[in-house]
């Protein structure tokens, strides 16, 4: 079976300073891609980075930046020079190809204080 | 480019009448689109897939008499709630993939928020 562990329900961070937020999951195919969505109170789902399992290279998109360890089978985003507007629920999400399937975790609530 | 749309937003209905939802892929052709409903502070769960032109696919434990999905056009999905009951009051939220675009790439609309009283 396929799973998205975040073992951090909550979490908060100062204006301008540096959060990471964890990730691990479970699978046994090959085929896959991992995801972070941002929720914001207004909850809409919002892609904020995407990483191909095929790919070593660490994704990266501005302020935020992921730490992918196939072997470790985690897949944490660091949000640097935090600002207001990232205060909002993330979500990891595993995608597998063969079944054409988003699991996403239990979610991460994130609150950056000013 | 690649923006979903819900309809409505919010639904406040009687239990026993029946509430539909539409998702709208506005500038590009989906011929799946997926799903979701999301409970107060918990994650995503799939409800079911839709396929333009085919029978939905459900999840374990989705009733598919309960919850009719028809996807009609490339642009267009329904879920349709049928006498709904207080339990069913939930934030559903659909996605949609972009027919030429990546496989594992979904949009995702705003949610309607549905409360049965």
């Known amino acids: 079976a396929q799973t998205v562990t975040q073992s951090q329900p909550e979490m908060s961070v100062q204006e301008a300073e540096t959060v990471t937020l964890s990730c691990t999951y479970d699978?046994?195919?090959?085929?896959?891609?991992l995801f972070w969505y941002k929720q914001p109170p207004s909850r809409q789902m919002i892609l904020v980075i995407r990483?191909?399992?095929?790919?070593?290279q660490n994704a990266t998109e501005n302020r935020f930046s992921v730490n992918f360890q196939k072997a470790a089978k985690s897949f944490s985003l660091k949000i640097s020079d935090s600002q207001l507007g990232d205060t909002a629920m993330y979500f990891c999400a595993l995608y597998i190809y063969n079944t054409d399937k988003l699991i996403f975790g239990t979610g991460t609530r994130l609150q950056v204080f000013p | 480019g690649a923006v979903v749309s819900q309809h409505p937003s919010r639904v406040i209905c009687k239990s026993g009448t029946s509430v539909k939802i539409e998702c709208r892929s506005l500038d590009f052709q989906a011929t799946t689109m997926f799903w979701y409903r999301q409970f107060p502070k918990k994650s995503l769960m799939l409800m079911a897939t839709?396929?333009?032109?085919?029978?939905?696919?459900?999840e374990q434990g989705v009733e598919k008499d309960k919850f009719l999905i028809n996807h009609a056009s490339l642009t267009l999905s329904t879920l349709t709630v049928t006498s709904a009951h207080p339990e069913d009051s939930s934030f559903y939220i659909c996605?949609?993939?972009?027919?030429?675009?990546?496989?594992?790439?979904?949009?995702f609309g705003p949610g309607t928020r549905l409360l049965v009283l």
């Open positions: 699978t046994s195919e090959n085929n896959y891609y």
């Open positions: 839709s396929n333009e032109g085919s029978k939905a696919t459900y």
């Open positions: 990483q191909e399992a095929y790919k070593q």
């Open positions: 996605s949609a993939r972009d027919h030429g675009g990546g496989r594992e790439t979904q949009y």
